[in-house]
T-cell receptor, first 117, second 114 residues
Framework: AQTVTQSQPEMSVQEAETVTLSCTYD???????LFWYKQPPSRQMILVIR??????QNATENRFSVNFQKAAKSFSLKISDSQLGDAAMYFC??????????????FGEGTQLTVNP | DVKVTQSSRYLVKRTGEKVFLECVQD?????MFWYRQDPGLGLRLIYF???????EKGDIPEGYSVSREKKERFSLILESASTNQTSMYLC?????????????FGDGTRLSIL
């Protein structure tokens, strides 16, 4: 069974600074997808970024980028130029490639990010 | 934009009651999911469905059942609610395909069982 671990329950960052959230996972699959979701106080889960395991290039979305280390099974999220609106719970998630799985996600425990003005 | 609507934002029920949580999506997605969110545990999959009248158990199905009579609607049922089912419940949907299809979530239902 796949597992996803986020070892940082809480993180804080000063506005305009950079912060990195950690995530490790365990799987025996070779093809899979990794995601970071954001859940602000409004509770709406929002997809931040997605990484395909067969791609060596790290995904980026504006101020958000990942450091994907397949051999180490590590998938960290870097937020540059942090903004007050980035304050949220961040979840790392794994999905296998196999379509018969119904694209089910396995989530980590979450990291609560606080952005200080 | 995909819209996933959960019928209640907050719900308070009593122990032993039969509880229905409703979820509707408007994008003709084949896959629908019910998760439970608890502090320190993240989101855990209760049940999912990849087609009408089809369902698959997730990681924590005990005490729950589901119903999918129409493609757009996926209901979670607590047959006899217990206090340990007090939690946040999130519904999600995604189109047919492999793991690259991101899930779209509703706003969640915070359920309290007294």
């Amino acid at each position: 069974a796949q597992t996803v671990t986020q070892s940082q329950p809480e993180m804080s960052v000063q506005e305009a600074e950079t912060v990195t959230l950690s995530c490790t996972y365990d799987t025996s699959e070779s093809d899979y997808y990794l995601f970071w979701y954001k859940q602000p106080p409004s509770r709406q889960m929002i997809l931040v970024i997605r990484q395909e395991a067969y791609k060596q290039q790290n995904a980026t979305e504006n101020r958000f980028s990942v450091n994907f280390q397949k051999a180490a099974k590590s998938f960290s999220l870097k937020i540059s130029d942090s903004q007050l609106g980035d304050a949220a719970m961040y979840f790392c998630a794994y999905a296998p490639q196999r379509p018969t799985s119904g694209s089910r996600l396995t989530f980590g425990e979450g990291t609560q990010l606080t952005v200080n003005p | 934009d995909v819209k996933v609507t959960q019928s209640s934002r907050y719900l308070v029920k009593r122990t032993g009651e039969k509880v229905f949580l409703e979820c509707v999506q408007d994008m003709d997605h084949e896959n629908m999911f019910w998760y439970r969110q608890d502090p320190g545990l993240g989101l855990r999959l209760i049940y999912f469905s990849y087609d009408v009248k089809m369902k698959e158990k997730g990681d924590i199905p005990e005490g729950y059942s589901v119903s999918r009579e129409k493609k757009e609607r996926f209901s979670l049922i607590l047959e006899s609610a217990s206090t340990n089912q007090t939690s946040m419940y999130l519904c999600a949907s995604s189109p047919l395909g492999g793991g690259n299809q991101p899930q779209h979530f509703g706003d969640g239902t915070r359920l309290s069982i007294l």
